[in-house]
């Protein structure tokens, strides 16, 4: 009998505790009924998010590699040679430097920065802080130096 009574005033406990929390709770905007809430450890989203179609970059990034990768023949004088179009290009921009183009100077320098790359007469000019001091100053020592032409 001694159980029976505390059982019940247990569960009367637990029935008014029920009352009570559901009272407190009200129902309004950002707070919606009980059963409409998400159950402890149920996603918000069971089927998940629609997957992403694979970036145009990855595809463009292999695009060039594969067109910088390309092998193209050279002529030179009598003798063809066979390089990279990477090759080629970088060729054709310090040929450029060195016919005085001021892009072709600007992207070298930009190049050059980039790849990490000092010159071997960078040295002449003392201790050089970085590559493109020593591309500006062998550029301006190169205007003042007329080139005789014949």
Known sequence: MLEDTNTRRADAASAVATEAVEQEYK?????????????????GNPKGAQRKQAPIVLDL???????????????????????S????GIEQLVAQFAKGERHARRDLIALADK???????????????SCRNAFKRA???????????E
Request: charged share 25%; glycine share 8%; no cysteine.
């Open 27 to 43: 129902v309004g905007p950002g707070r919606p009924p009980r059963e409409y809430q998400f159950k402890p450890g149920q996603s």
């Open 61 to 83: 990034k292999a695009a060039l590699q594969q067109a910088l990768n390309k092998k193209v023949k050279l002529k030179q004088g009598d003798k063809e040679r066979l390089v």
């Open 85 to 88: 179009m990477a090759t080629a």
């Open 115 to 129: 790849l990490g790359v000092r010159p071997e007469w960078a040295s002449i000019f003392g201790s050089i802080s």
């Open 139 to 149: 550029s301006v020592l190169a205007s003042l130096i007329p080139i005789r032409r």
